[in-house]
C-alpha cells in the first residue's frame, strides 16, 4: 500500500470506531484524563489549539526520518 492509501484505511478505520463509541473499552488512565481536561475546561483554564496548527505539530513530532 501506498503512503496515501494507508492513511486513508486508518481514517476509515478511526471513522468507524467513532460511530461505535459505546463498544470502544477505556482504560481508567484514560477515563482520568479526559475528566482533568473537561475539569479544566470548566474552569477556563484549558488553552486550545485549531486543529490546523495541531496537525501540524503532532506531523512535526512524529515525523520518520
Do not use: N, Y
Not at 485549531?50 to 501540524?56: F, S, V
Amino acid at each position: 500500500m501506498t503512503l496515501a492509501e494507508k492513511l486513508h484505511a486508518m481514517e476509515a478505520l478511526w471513522d468507524d470506531l467513532c460511530r461505535r463509541e459505546a463498544g470502544v473499552p477505556m482504560l481508567q488512565w484514560h477515563r482520568d484524563l479526559l475528566d482533568e481536561r473537561e475539569r479544566l475546561v470548566r474552569e477556563g483554564k484549558a488553552r486550545f489549539t485549531d486543529w490546523e496548527t495541531a496537525k501540524r505539530r503532532i506531523t512535526g513530532q512524529t515525523a520518520c526520518t
